[in-house]
Structures are given as structure tokens and as C-alpha cells.
């Protein structure tokens, strides 16, 4: 019996290790358990891929579920996290990633080449078997690689769902307070309904002037405008908050609660914030990743510099008129013109770009956790300022003109004048709430991912527009 030449036998011995290796296997979870883990640790929230009909079924009824109450911030993030399509989309990328990461792990198929010739009544039979041993030699790496590259989708998918779950929160809040705002600006409307109607007759009477019933005109004119931009802001407020929960037709009926949550009684302190975000930060964990990852890239191009193409083969070829020919056949590209410089000093360059983007990242970390805590703690003291000194210094003064009133001091017209600055200052304060939680929300996705750092800003311009209401 024909036996293959020595070597070659050795060389297959060797790559049984790695042919089993290249038996990779998809694991049936689409590499979805470190994103759903993120969600449990960082946010409480339970985290399903929508994958089959039954998965969807799931879904629907959890979420119904969640609707059957009015929503708090944590409903409306699980809802998001279960029904926002776009996050689902992005999970089946972690599947496309995985497959990639299965393929990349697993060995070529060889090939089996044969062809029959004849050249008049010689008849010739070619048979080949040819397996592309370059990949054998480059696959630990390889496997090493796109493992790496895997796992970085991973943290970005788990970012993206972070950040997701961060928006519905501020969205939450902005809805909460945009109903209570239209709720405010109704009762101004209607307090400036009844002074202009009220004028009106005075005036009748003649115990008005036509410029003092114009002045009361002129304010309820513009308390019909003002409710108008309170009921559009209330509208796309919650239409926003629609479309990251995902839902339509009968579900965007959803109830939100009558006011915003209370304010807490301390603030968070965290002296560590800028190590904590470090050790904890998806985007700067990601970009370690890339780093690590281009490095493992730089040394693959290193050791197939001079193996670009190199491929084994066995051949048996047959003929009727001459003996049986058999052997193998090795081909390597020879280095003459290309010896690999430009692809090393490529790798070298995006290796040192990784690098600074890297360190990039964490300069802006660092900074971004600092100016979200400076934010939530600034937004804090101001909405602390407004329950504890505004409000109710308008409600002692409104306190007080009502007994001035009810003593004839005053007239009617001074005490819905009081009654429109109160409402001025309760509503300025539930902006300032509104903003201490998306202020919160910030430094909360600060810690874990890239914010978007929309509370202190908006808490800065209530306070102007507060002090100019005043």
C-alpha cells in the first residue's frame, strides 16, 4: 500500500491539534450574555433578544404588562430595552460578530481536484488534493483577533444599550415635566381668562380705563400663547419618548405619573469619581480592547511577512500508458518585489493611532464625569433653592395679599396679579427638578459611558428665566 513520504505524515500529525481547534461551534446565544449582564448590573433591567416569533410574543406581553400602570423611569427603561427595535437590530450584530469570530476559527475546506485527458489513445487521470496551509499557520492568531474584535462589539452594543437606557430616562423626565408644565400654563390661562373678562365689564361700567383693560387683554393674550407652546412642547415631549420606547397604536395611550419625583435629601458625594469612571467606562474599556487588538494585528503581519501564499498538496495521477505518478507539491511565493515593509509600517501606524484615540478617550472621560457630577450637584443646589426659598416665599406672599384682599386693601386685580407670579415660580421650579434628574441621568451614564450632558446647561437657563420672571 502507497504511504505518504515521511514529512508530510509528520506535518499532518502536527496539524491534527489544529484542525480540532478549527472545529469551532456557534454557542446558540448570539454572544448576547455580557450586554445582558450590563444591563442587570447597571440598570436592574432584564435585557431579551427578539429573535423568533415566540421571543416577540414575550416581549408584547411584558410590555403590556408594564403599560397596564403609569410608567416610572425604570418601567420606561425596560420597555426600551425589550422593545426599541433599533436595539434590537444592533443585537443581531453581536450574532454576525460571533459567526465571524466562528468562521475566522475554523480551517478552509481542502480541495480535490481531478480530470480525465486523452491524447490519442493514451488516456491520462489527474486526481489532487490541496489544503491552503498559510491559514493553518496564521489561525491562533487569527482566532486570537477577531476574539478580540468580538468582544469589542460587545462593550459597543453594550454602550449603545447604556445609552439608550439613559435618553428614556431623560425622556421620562422631560415628558413628566412638560405635563405638568401644560398643566401650570392652564391654570395661567384661565387666571388670565378671568381677569380680561372681569376688566371687561369694569370697563363697561366706566369704572375702568380702556388702557388698564387692554394691559389685562395683553397679559391674557399672551397666556394663550404660552399654553399653546406648553401643549406643543408637552406633544413632542412625550411623541420623543414614544419612539425609544418603541411603541404605537393603542400601546402610546401609556399613563405617566401627576408629578416629578421628589427631590432627595442629600446629594451624592463621590470624591473617587474620575477612578471610578476609569475602572468602569465601557468606551475606555473598548478602546484598551483596540489597542490590544492592533498590537495582535501588528505581530500577525510580522509573521506572515514572507508567507504570504503558501499552500500543500498531494498528487496521484493515473495513466494507462505510463506508471502511476505520485507525490506532493509545495508553492511559496517568492519575496522578490514585495517584502512586506509597507503592510508593517501600516500596522505600526495604526497601532500608534489607536493608541493616542485611546488615550484620547480617557482624557475625555475624566473630564466629561467631572463636568457631569459639577452639573448634578449645580442643578441640585438650584432646585433645592427653588423648594426651599422661592416657592414658598411666593405662597407667604400670595398668603399675605389674600388677607389683604379679604381686609379691602388690595383689589381683585392685584390678587390675580399675585396669583400669576406664584404660578410663575411653582412652574419655574419644576423645570429645575426636571433638570436635577436629567442632571443625574447624565452622571449616571458618565460612569459607564459617554453622556450627553443636558442638565446643567438647562438648569443654568430656568434660573435666568426664573430671575427674569420675577
Given at each position: 500500500?502507497?504511504?505518504?513520504p ?8 502536527l ?24 444591563a ?49 437590530a ?148 412625550r ?7 418603541g ?22 458625594d ?10 468602569s ?73 489607536s ?84 442632571a ?14 443636558g ?16
Open positions: 500500500m502507497k504511504t505518504f515521511r514529512s508530510p505524515r509528520r506535518l499532518a500529525l496539524a491534527v491539534p489544529l484542525l480540532l481547534a478549527g472545529c469551532a461551534s456557534l454557542d446558540g446565544m448570539g454572544g448576547i450574555a455580557p450586554v445582558q449582564d450590563a442587570k448590573t447597571h440598570l436592574g433591567a432584564t435585557l431579551l433578544p427578539a429573535a423568533t416569533e415566540q421571543d416577540l410574543d414575550r416581549i408584547d406581553q411584558r410590555v403590556a404588562e408594564l403599560l397596564a400602570q403609569p410608567l416610572s423611569a425604570d418601567s420606561a427603561v425596560q420597555i426600551a430595552l425589550l422593545n426599541n427595535r433599533g436595539l434590537q444592533s443585537l443581531q450584530e453581536l450574532g454576525i460578530a460571533e459567526a465571524e469570530m466562528v468562521q475566522a476559527s475554523r480551517l478552509p475546506n481542502p480541495g480535490f481536484s481531478i480530470a480525465k485527458l486523452r491524447r490519442g489513445d493514451e488516456r491520462e487521470i489527474e486526481r489532487g488534493f490541496s489544503f491552503d496551509l498559510a491559514h493553518l499557520v496564521a489561525l491562533p492568531l487569527a482566532r486570537q483577533v477577531e476574539g478580540r474584535r468580538f468582544a469589542a462589539v460587545q462593550r459597543s452594543v453594550a454602550m449603545e444599550m447604556l445609552s439608550l437606557a439613559d435618553q428614556t430616562r431623560k425622556a421620562f423626565y422631560a415628558a413628566v415635566a412638560a405635563e405638568q408644565t401644560a398643566g401650570y400654563m392652564r391654570d395661567v390661562r384661565a387666571t388670565a381668562d378671568a381677569g380680561a373678562e372681569l376688566a371687561k365689564r369694569l370697563a363697561q361700567a366706566g369704572n375702568w380705563t380702556k388702557l388698564q383693560q387692554a394691559r389685562e387683554h395683553g397679559f391674557f393674550s399672551e397666556a394663550v400663547l404660552n399654553l399653546a407652546r406648553a401643549e406643543a412642547g408637552r406633544v413632542a415631549a411623541e420623543r419618548l414614544t419612539r425609544l420606547l411603541l404605537w397604536g393603542a400601546q402610546t395611550a401609556f399613563a405617566l405619573p401627576a408629578r416629578l419625583p421628589e427631590l432627595p435629601a442629600q446629594p451624592q463621590q470624591p473617587d469619581i474620575e477612578q471610578l469612571a476609569m475602572a467606562r465601557l468606551d475606555v474599556q473598548a478602546a484598551k480592547a483596540l489597542v490590544e487588538a492592533t498590537a495582535k494585528n501588528l505581530g500577525l503581519s510580522r509573521a506572515t511577512r514572507f508567507i504570504n501564499v503558501l499552500e500543500l498538496g498531494y498528487q496521484r495521477n493515473g495513466s494507462n500508458e505510463a506508471p502511476r505518478q505520485t507525490g506532493y507539491e509545495i508553492g511559496v511565493e517568492i519575496p522578490l518585489f514585495d517584502w512586506g515593509d509597507a503592510r508593517i509600517a501600516r500596522a505600526e501606524g495604526v497601532y500608534m493611532q493608541v493616542h484615540r485611546a488615550a484620547k478617550t480617557a482624557v475625555d472621560a475624566r473630564s466629561e464625569v467631572r463636568e457631569a457630577y459639577q452639573g448634578y450637584r449645580s442643578a441640585y443646589d438650584i432646585a433645592r433653592h427653588y423648594r426651599d426659598d422661592v416657592v414658598p416665599t411666593a405662597k407667604r406672599i400670595s398668603d399675605e395679599n389674600l388677607l389683604r384682599y379679604n381686609g379691602m386693601f388690595i383689589s381683585v386685580f392685584e390678587l390675580l396679579a399675585d396669583a400669576r407670579a406664584q404660578i410663575a415660580a411653582v412652574n419655574a421650579s419644576i423645570e429645575a427638578l426636571r433638570d436635577f434628574w436629567v443625574r441621568a447624565d452622571l449616571d451614564m458618565a460612569l459607564v459611558g459617554r453622556p450627553g450632558l442638565g446643567a446647561g438647562t438648569a443654568a437657563a430656568v434660573a435666568g428665566s426664573a430671575a427674569a420672571a420675577h
